[in-house]
């Protein structure tokens, strides 16, 4: 069962980690011990003692054990004494302590316990929609409003099972605010339908898409209220500017990991999905990464792996295109160590951008009647570093989504048909494993349209014009957007 406990206010704290399997995926990503004083939390071990205060000095009790019995104390503020909180479950869990609720929120920081001590284990999930008028609701409300009745019972083990699960929650909780004008598709949930997130085992969401502003301001200031008072972090929305970029940390398995997001949705200038200011409340864009970029070097500063979930690409188009490999190139190289993508409902490939594996996009988790193919991603995060990242074969159809076993012919469809979609540095095993290799494997692979890839600069470019520059970027922008208003309906 996952355990919310609260963790430090003052300062990072790095412990010592126990001796971890190496990664699977070339190109480490470690981040080198800061040397960081520790001056508010006091620990001993055994094995390798870090303290700035003797057991007389703070009033904690003297170390009994090894790592797992070490004590913590922390300093109080309020008059420089320190008092012992509890035994720690494991050093290889916690980091510290926060001292209140408001300290967690404020911060941003959430501890979780983990199933296997050292390593970190994150389910993500693509698209899901909880209003009422769509026909996945619909049909859970008739089966009994149960969510094991429209998650088949490995898909949500796995959810449950991880140490963090996200899922990108594409619609606003409110019963205020109206549709916005001109908008196609606009989605609501009912504040109620919050409980299906904790059925799920989510215990993060992304709220950087085209659907989280649908009908307005107080319908997204509502959505933040109503994932506060349920206990669901989110990323990439908030109520100013400055709150939409910030990033949630976990501390989990030794490890403080970053997560952060951002929209590239929709593409038309102004988007009806408005960007977070200083005083309005909105999203993260990222069409333009300068903000984003920032907010992964912060993350990177502060956490030893980064992870970035991103809205990106055209619907119902199984190749990403070159902006997206672009921005996935600028992730990497601001500090990312794991992108994740959602937005265009389906599949998209597996890449590598300077050794950072890419997901360009998981398809839809559970949100229409549409039969789709789509995933779940599985990371395993251990010493600071990706362990493995495995691509779990899925089905929404008939408003279930199911998740295949190895043996079903779904799962060897599906992974045979993502070794067609991602790059020839990828290497997708028989079991999901993604790895990279540099000597491409003889599997089949699908030719990338134009739209995917950069075309490779002539021998001697051309100079073309500013006006012929900016032209040809509207032309661009105007048929990618021009795809994203195509989209087909949500499925009755």
């Known amino acids: 069962m996952k355990k919310n406990l609260l963790i430090i206010l003052f300062s990072t704290v790095v412990l010592p980690l126990s001796a971890c399997s190496a990664s699977d995926i070339p190109n480490p990503f470690e981040k080198e011990e800061a040397d960081i004083p520790v001056t ?44 012992v909180l509890e035994t720690a479950p494991d050093l290889n869990d916690f980091e510290g302590y926060i001292l209140t609720d408001e300290d967690v929120s404020e911060n941003g920081v959430y501890c979780r316990s983990v199933k296997n001590p050292g390593e ?40 449950k099972s991880a140490d963090i699960c996200m899922l990108n929650n ?77 990033p949630v940390y976990f501390i989990a398995g030794g490890m403080k990991i970053g997560f952060v997001a951002a929209t590239q949705i929709e593409r038309m200038t102004p988007p009806d999905t408005k960007e977070a200011t200083e005083t309005d409340p909105g999203v993260l864009r990222t069409l333009d990464p300068t903000k984003f970029l920032q907010v992964i070097k912060e993350a990177k500063e502060h956490s030893d792996f980064v992870v970035v979930f991103v809205h990106w690409g ?83 159809r008939n408003c279930t989504t199911t998740m295949f076993e190895k043996g079903d012919s779904d799962f060897d469809r599906i992974i045979r048909q993502m070794r067609t979609f991602s790059t020839d540095c990828v290497d997708i ?24 890839k950069p075309a490779p600069a002539p021998e001697q470019p051309a100079q073309p014009d500013q006006a012929a520059i900016d032209a040809a970027l509207a032309a661009a922008a105007a048929a990618a957007q021009a795809a994203d208003n195509a989209q087909e309906p949500p499925a009755q």
């Open 429 to 452: 095993d028989d079991d999901g494993y993604v790895t990279y290799t540099s000597t491409p494997s003889d599997r089949p692979k699908q030719e990338a349209s134009a739209s995917s």
């Open 314 to 396: 055209t619907e119902n188009k199984n190749d990403y295109e070159a902006s997206q490999k672009d921005l996935a190139l600028q992730y990497a190289q601001s500090g990312a160590d794991l992108i994740i993508g959602a937005h265009p409902h389906v599949l998209q490939g597996f890449d590598f951008a300077e050794g950072i594996p890419v997901m360009y996009s998981m398809g839809n988790f559970w949100f229409n009647s549409k039969t789709l193919d789509n995933c779940a991603i599985e990371a395993v995060l251990s010493d600071k570093k990706l362990k493995s990242l495995r691509f779990v074969p899925c089905q929404q």
């Open 40 to 83: 508010d939390v006091v620990f001993d071990e055994a094995a390798d003692t870090q303290a700035e205060a003797s057991p007389e000095e703070t009033g904690a009790l003297p170390d009994t054990g090894a790592g797992a019995d070490a004590m913590i104390a922390i300093n109080n503020a309020s008059d420089g004494t320190s008092s």
């Open 170 to 246: 594409e619609f606003p909780y409110s019963n205020r605010g109206t549709p916005l004008a001109g908008k196609k598709f606009t989605f609501r949930a009912d504040p109620s339908t919050v409980h299906y997130l904790h059925d799920m085992g989510a215990d993060i969401v992304g709220l950087a898409n085209n659907h989280a502003y649908d009908h307005g301001p107080d319908a997204l200031l509502d959505t933040f209220d109503t994932l506060n008072e349920a206990g669901i972090p989110f990323v990439g929305a908030g109520h100013n500017i400055e709150e939409a970029m910030k």
């Open 120 to 159: 970190v284990t994150i389910v993500f999930g693509g698209d899901i929609d909880f209003d009422s008028h769509y026909a996945n609701m619909n049909s859970l409300k008739s089966r009994g409003g149960d969510i094991s009745s429209v998650l088949s019972p490995g898909l949500l083990d796995l959810l």
